[in-house]
């Protein structure tokens, strides 16, 4: 079994040849589940003719001319999930066939396999590969002053710079606050601000309050309040002294 790793913007071809069925079926779902997922390492791997553990690099002169190969496809988005984009990848590497029926049949969207007869050994296949992702999403990777970072290492450190970039701070002047006269408050506007409320303030506030809004969870509105403000006015006033020095509303209320 002969399987290659491309970029595809942020997707993953794996190329899978006929023959893998004559090798055990663990083994090629070991080999492709770890280059998904990322337990082995990125560069492509070959396990033809190989225990699951044994592994060696890809090499295109493994796979033969004209021969029968399948592609699986990894990750493409589902508003290009059609016969059309199928067939257009499968040209890039040689004469499209078929697909199989999980694809037809959409059981597994993030999955498509097709068939295709190679024309020529799969050199330049990621070359192709790039121009054809270029004229569907716009780029393959990432572009940073005209040169493009294709490998995970090499966008993992753009990306890093970038945003480094963004939080570091700059050395140099600012501008500061020294000698700027702000509006100030005198030192009794500033005590004024802690006295606590007097019995007339109190009751003004009661008296201009709408009657219909009630103060608490108990239900008595100001209307109550007003009603009978004679009686409750030194209740009142004992919670606001309670409360302003000490925190503590008077329980009585």
């Known amino acids: 079994m002969g399987i290659s790793d491309y970029f595809l913007g942020c997707n993953r071809i794996f190329l899978e040849s006929s023959s893998s069925y004559s090798a055990p079926k663990w083994a090629s779902q070991t080999a492709l589940s770890g280059l998904r997922y990322g337990s082995l ?3 492509a791997v070959c396990t033809e003719n190989l225990t699951p553990w044994e592994m060696k690099e890809w090499n295109p002169s493994l796979v033969a001319s004209k021969r029968t190969v399948w592609i699986k496809i990894l990750s493409l988005p589902v508003h290009v999930w059609d016969e059309e984009a199928f067939k257009q990848i499968g040209d890039q590497f040689g004469e499209f066939l078929d697909f199989d029926e999980d694809t037809i049949l959409r059981r597994i969207l993030d999955v498509a396999r097709i068939k295709i007869y190679t024309i020529e050994k799969l050199k330049g296949v990621k070359g192709r590969l790039r121009e054809w992702n270029k004229e569907e999403y716009g780029s393959i990777a990432l572009k940073v002053n005209g040169e493009w970072a294709q490998t995970l290492m090499e966008v993992r450190r753009v990306v890093v710079k970038y945003f480094r970039n963004q939080v570091t701070e700059e050395g140099g002047d600012r501008l500061r606050l020294d000698g700027v006269s702000f509006q100030r408050i005198s030192e009794d506007q500033n005590a004024l601000l802690v006295v606590p409320f007097t019995r007339e303030e109190i009751e003004v506030v009661d008296m201009e309050s709408y009657g219909n809004k009630s103060p608490g969870p108990d239900g008595f509105n100001f209307a109550y309040f007003k009603r ?10 004992i919670m606001f002294d309670q409360f302003h020095p000490n925190e503590v509303i008077h329980k009585n209320l």
């Open 228 to 237: 009978f403000w004679y009686l409750m006015k030194d209740e009142i006033r």
């Open 41 to 43: 390492p990125r560069e």
